[in-house]
């Protein structure tokens, strides 16, 4: 079975310091990777995803991560913190299931952005 | 165009009532699936639904259901509440194929069990 670890519950930045986020994933096969940002009292948005292909994936609102298959991670990045980022970022790895891709969530990294 | 909607928002019931909550997907996706978030299990997937069948199930209680309707909306119905169903429930919703796309969620149903 698929697993996500974020290995970080909470992440402090000060504003426009860069940020990354740690995923690690377990599956057995060609991982199918996301990574979801949730403002409090809010459903997910997806900030980007990877498929195949370049490693380096861009996404919206200046995020991008890189898939690793040697370490089986998929880091979330961003040059430049601004204070509206301060949210909760969760990673999930996606398993075909019938025709869908169910993802399968991390625990989420809440990031706290300083003035 | 329109997202995907949830209704109601927030719902407060009782212990040992039920409750149902409905969900709408974008124009277009056959996929809905639902998804609890608790702070101490965090987003736990319960089950997906793809043309009015429930094509794959997470590991929860019988208590938990779903239906889907032709136009592709879902509810998803909970019985016998326990204090322990207070959640953040999410509904997403994809085109459902075997082309690899993403899951669109919605903002949520906050329930409140007492």
């Known amino acids: 079975a698929q697993s996500v670890t974020q290995p970080d519950i909470h992440i402090t930045v000060s504003e426009g310091a860069s940020l990354e986020l740690r995923c690690n994933y377990s599956y057995g096969a060609t991982p199918y990777l996301f990574w979801y940002v949730q403002s409090p009292g809010q459903g997910l948005q997806l900030l980007l995803k990877y498929f195949s292909g370049d490693t380096l994936v861009q996404g919206i609102k200046g995020f991008e991560a890189e898939f690793k298959r040697s370490q089986s991670s998929f880091n979330l990045r961003k040059p430049s913190v601004h204070w509206s980022d301060a949210a909760e970022y969760f990673c999930a790895v996606g398993a075909l299931a019938g025709g869908s891709y169910i993802p399968t969530f991390g625990r989420g990294t809440s990031l706290i952005v300083h003035p | 165009k329109a997202g995907v909607t949830q209704t109601p928002r927030y719902l407060i019931k009782t212990r040992g009532q039920q409750v149902t909550l409905s969900c709408s997907p974008i124009s277009g996706h056959r996929s809905v699936s639902w998804y609890q978030q608790t702070p101490g299990q965090g987003l736990q997937f319960l089950f997906e639904y793809f043309s009015e069948t429930q094509r794959n199930k997470g590991n929860f209680p019988g208590r938990f259901s779903g239906r889907q309707f032709?136009?592709?909306?879902?509810?998803?119905?909970?019985?016998?509440?326990?204090?322990?169903?207070?959640?953040?429930?999410?509904?997403?919703?994809?085109?459902?194929?075997?082309?690899?796309?993403?899951?669109?969620?919605?903002?949520?149903t906050r329930l409140t069990v007492v």
């Open chain 2, 70 to 108: 032709s136009n592709s909306r879902s509810e998803m119905n909970v019985s016998t509440l326990e204090l322990g169903d207070s959640a953040l429930y999410l509904c997403a919703s994809s085109k459902g194929d075997r082309d690899v796309t993403e899951a669109f969620f919605g903002q949520g």
